[in-house]
């Protein structure tokens, strides 16, 4: 499933890093909707409560 406000390419494959840089170089639009979207998943699940609530039941699991 694809993930909004990221461009996914194969690991250790720099040809393919580098494709997809000159890519986004030459498409300010779809540099924009990315933009936009990780902007709006970080403020919906990357807020300091969120994540204080994540560690907290990371801890509570390995603590018992």
Known sequence: QPIEGVVVVPNLDPGAMADAIEALASDPVR??????????????GWTW?????????????ILG
């Open 31 to 44: 540099r924009a909707a990315l933009s936009d979207a990780a902007r709006s998943t970080i403020a919906a």
């Open 49 to 61: 409560d969120v994540q204080a609530a994540r560690l907290e039941g990371l801890y509570r699991q």
